[in-house]
């Protein structure tokens, strides 16, 4: 079979022209980004959910830049497709221009990916414009932005009053403007985000805002059921892996109590004349 090309940013661009739907997920290790491109979905972000799904806090501000460029490495040793995307991650682009182009370029260069994702509206479209001038692709992310939730007080749907809708759109418009290649949509009201679809020429891929953007995105862990400490109303759940593998692990448990694994089969056996003659070596000492 005829192995397929990388997928390339302008790839998105002919998708949403197409009306093609661009299914995007979440990966933070090398395995999983090795299953997530052999089922052919084609972008792939390493966000800073990282910060709960895989190292357990309750939230995404404790992440660091290194951890990203850590997991974008490890990602990026296993996808051989997909478009990878390495989010940004707190505080990590807000303090000046140059310490978003330093970070930005640090999680291309270092970490391997091929672009990049950041938080914001209006207030960030002149780094992002920056960032997307020394050629670094860029995605935003609005409406519930998750490094923010400080602010929000708890995750909440955003643009439902007339005041954050219309603030919204001027959001979405400045990144455009600004260059940003495609925009998450999260947890934005459905005719909302149906709008911003349909105004926006790049592509609008949502999570939480219905099925008219013109991509999805899920946290692997969600989608598959590894993750349950909190399971937002978005989450489509197509496994209950966790159950499975907790299943698997005391199976696993019980074998090595009952000495029903590991077998002969497992190891290596070896000639007892061989043994023999070293222990004999042993014991004339
Ligand atoms: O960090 C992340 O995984 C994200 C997605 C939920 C969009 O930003």
Same mark, same amino acid.
């Given at each position: 079979?005829?192995k397929l090309?990388p $997928?390339?940013?302008?790839?998105l661009? $002919?998708?949403?022209?197409?009306?093609?739907?661009i299914p995007v997920? %979440?990966?933070?290790?090398y395995t999983?980004?090795q299953?997530?491109?052999?089922? #052919?979905?084609?972008?792939?972000?390493?966000g800073?959910?990282?910060g709960?799904?895989?190292?357990g806090?309750d939230?995404t501000i404790?992440? %660091?830049?290194?951890?990203?460029?850590?997991? $974008?490495?490890a990602?990026?040793?296993?996808?051989?497709?997909?478009?990878?995307?390495?989010?940004?991650p707190?505080m990590?682009?807000?303090i000046s221009?140059?310490q978003a182009?330093t970070n930005a370029?640090?999680?291309?260069?270092?970490g391997?990916?091929?672009a990049?994702?950041?938080?914001?509206?209006?207030e960030v479209? !002149?780094?992002?414009?920056r960032?997307?001038d020394t =050629?670094?692709?860029v995605m935003a992310?609005?409406?519930?932005t !998750?490094q923010?939730?400080?602010?929000?007080?708890?995750?909440?749907v955003a #643009?439902?009053?007339a005041?954050?809708a219309?603030?919204?759109?001027?959001?979405?418009?400045a990144l455009?403007?600004?260059?940003?290649?495609a925009?998450?949509?999260e947890c934005?009201?459905? !005719?909302?985000?149906d709008e911003?679809?349909h105004?926006?020429?790049?592509p %609008?891929?949502?999570?939480?805002?219905?099925?008219?953007?013109? =991509?999805?995105?899920q946290?692997?862990?969600?989608?598959l #059921?590894?993750?349950?400490?909190?399971?937002?109303?978005?989450?489509?759940?197509?496994?209950d892996?966790?159950d499975r593998m907790?299943t698997a692990?005391?199976?696993?448990a019980?074998? $090595?109590r009952r000495?029903v694994f590991p077998e002969?089969?497992?190891?290596?056996?070896m000639d !007892?004349e061989?043994?023999?003659l070293?222990?004999?070596?042993?014991?004339?000492r």
């Open positions: 079979m005829a090309r $997928v390339a940013i302008d790839d661009q $002919v998708w949403k022209q197409r009306g093609e739907r997920i %979440t990966a933070y290790d999983s980004a299953i997530i491109d052999a089922a #052919g979905i084609p972008v792939v972000l390493v800073d959910t990282l709960m799904v895989v190292l806090h939230s404790p992440v %660091t830049l290194d951890a990203m460029i850590h997991h $974008v490495r990602v990026m040793r296993g996808r051989s497709r997909a478009f990878v995307v390495g989010d940004l707190f990590s682009y807000r221009r140059a182009l370029a640090r999680l291309l260069q270092e391997g990916c091929h990049v994702k950041l938080e914001g509206g209006r479209a !002149p780094t992002l414009a960032i997307v =050629g670094i692709p992310h609005i409406g519930f !998750p923010s939730i400080h602010r929000f007080g708890r995750r909440r #643009g439902k009053c005041e954050s219309e603030a919204l759109v001027r959001d979405a418009l455009e403007r600004a260059g940003a290649f925009i998450v949509l934005v009201p459905i !005719p909302l985000a911003l679809t105004r926006l020429g790049i %609008t891929i949502g999570i939480g805002s219905g099925p008219g953007c013109d =991509g999805e995105v946290v692997f862990h969600d989608l #059921g590894l993750y349950s400490d909190f399971v937002p109303r978005h989450t489509k759940r197509a496994l892996l966790a907790r692990l005391s199976t696993y019980d074998e $090595v000495r002969d089969r497992h190891g290596t056996s !007892p061989i043994l023999a070293a222990l004999e070596q042993i014991d004339a």
